[in-house]
């Protein structure tokens, strides 16, 4: 399976930003569809956003304007800008990683962002 790493996670104050990063170790990054996905205590997983292979990019309405999904796959990662942060963005936020046919479907080990004061 592909191995994906996070980083960039810790506390920051309401308004305030992080940048994700997650980097992963496959020949064919650029084939593969990447997303963000976070889970908070009690909450189900949701997806944040998604980059795909041809570079179709979705956001979730809650993060829509504040957060921007970006790959590069010369370094073969996909990082999560996050600006404006709210206390209810604080999650457990895991990178994905899916090749076409979603033959298969990584996931990161999460890292913690926590939002606030």
């Known amino acids: 399976q592909v191995q994906l790493v996070e980083s960039g996670g810790g506390l920051v104050q309401p308004g305030g930003s992080l940048r994700l990063s997650c980097a992963a170790s496959?020949?064919?990054?650029?084939?593969?569809?990447m997303g963000w996905y976070r889970q908070a205590p009690g909450k189900q997983r949701e997806l944040v956003a998604s980059?795909?292979?041809?570079?179709?990019?979705n956001y979730a309405d809650s993060v829509k304007g504040r957060f921007t999904i970006s790959r590069d796959n010369a370094k073969k990662m996909v990082d999560l800008q996050m600006n404006s942060l709210k206390p209810e963005d604080t999650a457990v936020y895991y990178c994905?990683?899916?090749?076409?046919?979603?033959?298969?479907?990584?996931w990161g080990q999460g890292t913690q962002v926590t939002v606030s004061s």
């Open positions: 994905n990683a899916r090749s076409p046919g979603g033959f298969y479907n990584s």
């Open positions: 496959t020949n064919n990054f650029s084939r593969y569809a």
């Open positions: 980059i795909m292979s041809a570079g179709t990019i």
